[in-house]
């Protein structure tokens, strides 16, 4: 049987793996609880720090967070029960199967290795931050949204509900823990990238002082010689001379996530970024940053499948053309959310229209989609633009 790095290195199954992750993120899996109580040990469980796609499932029962397919393709793991996709074991191997049929081989991700640690002050480093995929170290400044706070939250978003006192989450988390945090990483773990997220604050500048203060605090504790390799995702600062400060402080990828197009869909599914913020301004940032980092830096994602596709579609082109690289994770059902009852399954049709047009909007362009399949695992950006798919 493979090893985790012959699995990585399979390149030859990616095609087969890209078309299993489209498959995942779809319809999400089954429960397995017998196969998930059999490799407690092995994998790297949801934590729980921001969203919960698991329906029917106790937040304190372990359960993978993503699965990894041949090739080094990641997917994340949504627990479903109404879903057609099954986990098995046969013979020691691990499958993914649709109705009897095997769809594709998996392993399970480890653990981070900064998780066995312990932080100086004796906390558990898994409150503060977790591994997105095979490499990227992720976390968020702040594990809540007082848009959500004051009943504007976006209608897709369960943080309120998923971050909860029976999670072993820092809600608020300080610079220098971060700093520690990333250290830790660095020491015992490979990193790539890195996602730092804000959760969002109605005071925006404060949201933005709190970015600059963690950056500064972090740069120097992760491998890229001072270097933010990755993305740091937030809404912007009403003074928006203020964001040649991220450009300044070394961010590869700032972005500001749109969600949804055109305007009355962000004020629909997103109130509080409208509310606050507003469409406008959040666009008009976009822009001024590039004046900054030039085309084919900066990023705005979006969900895929909450809007009919001509609107995505032109929230892409708009972005592209203005040289902003747009991205959209697919949209999966959040428990507790506002829409999580009411909107199901996403037609296979829309995603492949929207990510064969993105990648054609890289290509004309000259951008590529946001990290790569090992990391992006609640999209099929890469793939696509691969042509695995
Ligand atoms: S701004 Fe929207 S997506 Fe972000 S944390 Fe708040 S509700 Fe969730």
Not at 93 to 115: H, V
Not at 252 to 262: A, G, I, L, Q
Request: charge should be neutral; proline fraction near 5%.
């Amino acid at each position: 049987m493979k090893n985790l790095e012959e699995f990585i290195n399979d390149k030859g199954n990616r095609k087969n793996s890209a078309k299993t992750k489209f498959d995942l993120l779809i319809y999400g899996v089954k429960d397995a609880p017998e196969l998930f109580a059999k490799y407690t040990q092995e994998f790297k469980e949801e934590h729980y720090a921001f969203d919960n796609g698991n329906w029917g499932i106790d937040k304190n029962r372990l359960t993978p967070t993503e699965l990894l397919l041949p090739g080094g393709i990641v997917s994340k793991l949504h627990i479903r029960p109404d879903s057609p996709l099954r986990l098995v074991e046969s013979e020691g191997t691990l499958l993914i199967c649709n109705n009897g049929r095997i769809l594709s081989e998996f392993k399970f991700l480890p653990r981070p290795n900064f998780w066995k640690k312990t932080m100086k002050n004796g906390e558990n480093p898994k409150r503060y931050a977790q591994m997105y995929g095979l490499n990227c170290l992720n976390f968020s400044l702040y594990s809540g949204c007082e848009f959500q706070d004051s009943g504007n939250g976006c209608k897709f978003c369960s943080v309120k509900a998923t971050v909860d006192k029976g999670n072993p989450i820092q809600v608020k988390k300080s610079p220098d823990k971060l700093a520690e945090i990333c250290q830790m990483a660095m020491d015992n773990d490979f990193l790539n990238y890195i996602i730092v997220t804000g959760g969002s604050y109605i005071d925006s500048d404060h949201e933005f002082d709190m970015h600059i203060e963690t950056i500064k605090a972090i740069k120097d504790h992760l491998p890229w010689n001072g270097r933010i390799k990755g993305n740091i995702s937030m809404m912007p600062p009403k003074n928006t001379e203020r964001l040649k400060e991220l450009y300044d402080n070394g961010v590869d990828n700032p972005s500001f996530n749109m969600e949804v197009w055109p305007h009355s869909a962000f004020k629909h599914f997103c109130p509080g970024k409208e509310k606050y913020v507003g469409f406008d301004h959040v666009v008009d940032s976009l822009k001024k940053l590039t004046e900054y980092y030039g085309p084919g830096k900066v990023w705005s994602n979006f969900v895929a499948g909450l809007v009919p596709l001509e609107d995505m579609m032109d929230g892409f082109r708009f972005m592209a053309e203005n040289g902003i690289i747009p991205g959209a994770n697919i949209y999966h059902a959040e428990v507790k959310s506002i829409i999580g009852n009411s909107t199901g399954v996403i037609d296979k049709n829309y995603i492949s229209r929207l990510y064969s047009y993105a990648a054609e909007l890289y290509s004309k362009y000259n951008y590529k989609p946001f990290f790569d399949a090992s990391v992006l695992r609640n999209s099929l950006a890469n793939e696509f633009y691969e042509g695995l798919l």
